[in-house]
């Protein structure tokens, strides 16, 4: 993408332009997807809904959309009146799906932002597999991809990180992150542009994650630079895999 670009184009310009690039280099979307978005109420999974539907008429594919939220036991925080009334405006039907993930844990057990995730993802999963969905719709962006690449091989010593589009061998579903070339701040701008930032939702559990220190690492090692990211984010690309 030319810099001249990025000087001068708006964020919601950007956002379709980076979107649609991955959307066609990664393969996400093919004619007749039937595509579920994970609608966390935050600002990623809404500007990525806001993308999705936006591209439609450019991408020249068929797809549908449809969005669900999950709604735990322990974060309220979302806006879900003014979620749905965005959602609705774009063509996306919305469904809230309550799932009691801290009275799951194990007796012993602390609340972490893994378990959280796994829930999650199984209950996505779930859904998708008995109404029909093929793909599920992650907002994950370029920094959250290279934080997992890096967490992973600070904590594990692994290579591996989240890639752009999955393939499940045990369901009839497919993850793709159609924002996997745009950075946060890209997201942010896009947001406020689009009156997207009032819906965000903040999670209590995730505000000293390991994550975040992973963040402000990056951002030193980078220089906060996007060219650098982008760089990295080809790297990992071509070496990430998820289980």
């Excluded at 959250?144 to 579903?173: H, Q, W």
């Excluded at 999670?203 to 690492?217: E, I, Q, T, V």
Aim: hydrophobic content about 40%.
């Amino acid at each position: 993408m030319a810099d001249r670009f990025l000087r001068r184009a708006r964020a919601s310009e950007i956002v379709c332009k980076f979107c649609a690039r991955a959307i066609l280099e990664q393969d996400l979307i093919a004619e007749g997807d039937r595509i579920l978005i994970a609608a966390s109420g935050g600002k990623d999974s809404t500007v990525m809904a806001w993308a999705l539907s936006s591209l439609k008429k450019s991408l020249r594919i068929n797809y549908e959309l449809a969005a669900l939220h999950i709604s735990t036991d322990f974060c309220a925080c979302c806006k879900k009146s003014e979620l749905t009334e965005k959602l609705e405006s774009w063509g996306i039907p919305f469904t809230d799906l309550p799932v009691p993930v801290i009275s799951r844990l194990k007796p012993g057990r602390k609340m972490n932002c893994y378990w959280c995730s796994t829930q999650r993802r199984t209950e996505l999963l779930k859904y998708a597999t008995e109404n029909g969905f093929n793909k599920i719709a992650l907002g994950h962006h370029l920094d959250d991809i290279i934080e997992t690449f890096f967490m992973n091989l600070c904590a594990k010593g692994d290579l591996s990180a989240m890639p752009a589009k999955l393939v499940y061998r045990k369901f009839p579903v497919t993850l793709i992150r159609p924002l996997a070339y745009l950075e946060e701040t890209q997201i942010i701008n896009c947001a406020a542009e689009q009156d997207i930032l009032k819906a965000s939702c903040t999670c209590p559990y995730g505000a000293h994650s390991k994550r975040l220190d992973m963040r402000k690492k990056i951002a030193v090692f980078t220089g906060n630079s996007g060219a650098v990211k982008r760089r990295i984010l080809r790297a990992v690309l071509g070496e990430s895999g998820e289980n």
